[in-house]
T-cell receptor, first 114, second 117 residues
């Protein structure tokens, strides 16, 4: 089944403790992206990647890192999480040639930083 | 001005009515336009895409695009309680990074739709 898989689905952590949210897609997509969703603010892009080793900042990159060493994986790293990073996170992917078909989203990761 | 704006609602319509959802965008070079549906606690699901002026119909859904007015809408005919969800408008803007072009997808804040029996 074609899908984007995120892990974990739920995570509660403490301020300052490094964490990684994994994202993997099995569709050989070139483009991958991370979004966070907060009430009243919609989905905001954190980082995106156009292919292996090609990444760039989105609208809200502060406090996050990403890497794209393999085409299928695009982990989101929070080096020192803070409470304002409590949010619902989505990973998404699409193929380079499917600009008119939109992104496929993972199931989401609900992160709480206390 | 936000890049993509939607009426946050909530929008409430009776079962069987037409639900009309609206979205405006600020960047005239926007190329592709999408409507996603998101049920509470779930991920966004693509329901319509449109990139040419005019109407595009798919079952009970019709997307309308007017690039001159920078306006895109979604009509849901014969609304059902199962259509109750948040509807997200998204717009692709062509960006260039590191010599490579990329379609950046920007979302509106979403409109909550409730269809009551």
């Amino acid at each position: 089944e074609a899908q984007v898989t995120q892990n974990p689905r739920y995570l509660i952590t403490v301020t300052g403790k490094k964490l990684t949210v994994t994202c993997s897609q099995n569709m050989n997509h070139e483009y991958m992206s991370w979004y966070r969703q907060d009430p009243g603010l919609g989905l905001r892009q954190i980082y995106y990647s156009m292919n292996v080793e090609v990444t760039d900042k989105g609208d809200v990159p502060e406090g996050y890192k990403v890497s794209r060493k393999e085409k299928r994986n695009f982990p989101l790293i929070l080096e020192s999480p803070s409470p304002n990073q409590t949010s619902l996170y989505f990973c998404a992917s699409r193929s380079k040639g499917s600009a008119n078909y939109g992104y496929t989203f993972g199931s989401g990761t609900r992160l709480t930083v206390v | 001005q936000k890049e993509v704006e939607q009426n946050s609602g909530p929008l409430s319509v009776p079962e069987g009515a037409i639900a009309s959802l609206n979205c405006t965008y600020s960047d005239r070079v926007s190329q592709s336009f999408f409507w996603y549906r998101q049920y509470s606690g779930k991920s966004p699901e693509l329901i319509m895409s449109i990139y040419s002026n005019g109407d595009k119909e798919d079952g009970r859904f019709t997307a309308q695009l007017n690039k001159a007015s920078q306006y895109v809408s979604l009509l849901i005919r014969d609304s059902q309680p199962s259509d109750s969800a948040t509807y997200l408008c998204a717009v692709t803007i062509r960006m260039v990074a590191g010599g490579t072009s990329y379609g950046k997808l920007t979302f509106g804040q979403g409109t909550i739709l409730t269809v009551h029996p």
